[in-house]
């Protein structure tokens, strides 16, 4: 197990790389980091979306690094160089969306809160986003502050879903869950060609994090399995709900992309608006990966993430759901967010 550098990629100084053993048996592959010098000012725990690996924050590390903190980052089980559950190692696949919590619990027992310095934040990109938004609402997130880019609340790169649902479900059912999802295949996204990509429009950075797939091998994987699908669709529905964002009370800020061509960015508004500690801030122009972006999109996370972390003592959310707070809520679910995005540009990908 080892990290893969690139010449326009190096490591970031100084690495400690760990094996971290879940509870069900997947091995982890895991990095943490102290701060470039001076005053600790905590730790970031780095949850990265489907198909990444480490490799691909090594820029978002250092910047965190100059900034004080510590950084933990590691590979979600299925991708990377983390252990899979699917003879394949190109195939993106988990049984069920629940077994990322053992991964997240694993870290945060193993990694975080042996070694690493308090106060512990989180920086969570699309799926890692809908995972740690989920571990909010259970409860158990180890984290003092969330900053989630993209997150995955509802798909809108899959047209007619509700067909889309059905057909997935049927074909798990019929025993095709560890089967590439229709059309899919062993082509990891990051080493397709730029022009019409969804992820960025910088090309430089684009072209980096092609290296650094070409190099890791394996571990860019390529499409999802009908599991994973069919797992993501269950996962994203309790999003839907207009209590589900109501309950968190971990301070969280969100970071939409005004030109998402992956997650749907109105859903997400919707989302972050019913918030009692949060709140969503969308960056103009921006694709999916807002920290992949040109530099004027991501000078606008790094302000909106250095206002927000580490932020100062958090008060006390009540914990009640009231009457009025419901009724808020019903109206929000109806596009109350903004009147000039109706509900139905993107209430297709939110079935499942």
């Known amino acids: 197990m080892q990290l893969y550098d690139a010449p326009d990629n190096p490591i970031p100084s100084d690495p400690t790389l760990v094996s971290v053993k879940t509870q069900d048996g997947i091995v982890l592959r895991a990095a ?7 005053e600790v000012r905590g730790t970031v725990c780095v949850l990265q979306g489907r198909a990444e690996f480490i490799e691909k924050y090594f820029e978002v590390i250092g910047e965190l690094r100059e900034r004080g903190f510590a950084v933990v980052a590691f590979d979600w089980r299925g991708q990377g160089l983390s252990g899979r559950q699917v003879g394949n190692p190109r195939k993106g696949h988990v049984r069920r969306f629940s077994d990322y919590r053992r991964d997240l619990e694993a870290i945060r027992d193993q990694v975080l809160v042996p070694y690493m310095p308090a106060p512990h934040f989180a920086l969570a990109h699309s799926m890692g986003g809908a995972i740690a938004l989920n571990a909010a609402y259970e409860g158990w997130l180890p984290f003092r502050r969330l900053v989630t880019t993209t997150p995955m609340i509802a798909l809108c790169i899959i047209r007619h879903s509700l067909w889309t649902v059905g057909t997935v479900r049927v074909l798990k059912f019929l025993g095709f869950g560890r089967a590439f999802v ?61 209590r589900f964002a109501m309950r968190i009370r971990l301070p969280t800020l969100v970071i939409a992309a005004g030109a998402d061509p992956v997650c ?13 500690a949060g709140h969503a ?33 958090d008060r006390a959310i009540p914990g009640d759901v009231s009457a009025a707070d419901k009724s808020a809520a019903e109206e929000l679910d109806r596009g109350g967010v903004d009147p000039a995005v109706p509900s139905r540009d993107d209430a297709p990908a939110l079935s499942g």
């Open 264 to 276: 749907a960015t109105p859903a997400t508004e919707r989302f972050a608006a019913r918030l009692k």
């Open 32 to 38: 943490r980091w102290m701060p470039a010098s001076g």
């Open 281 to 313: 801030i969308v960056i103009p122009g921006a694709r999916h990966e807002i920290l992949m972006e040109r530099d004027p999109i991501r000078e606008q996370f790094w302000a909106a993430f250095d206002a927000f972390i580490p932020g100062s003592p």
């Open 182 to 242: 229709p059309g899919g295949g062993e082509t990891s996204i990051s080493t397709m060609p730029f022009k019409g990509n969804r992820l960025t429009g910088d090309p430089v950075r684009y072209a980096r994090n092609a290296h650094v797939a070409h190099a890791i091998g394996e571990g860019a994987i390529g499409a999802p399995t009908v599991s994973w699908l069919d797992s993501a669709f269950r996962f994203m529905k309790r999003f839907t709900d207009p």
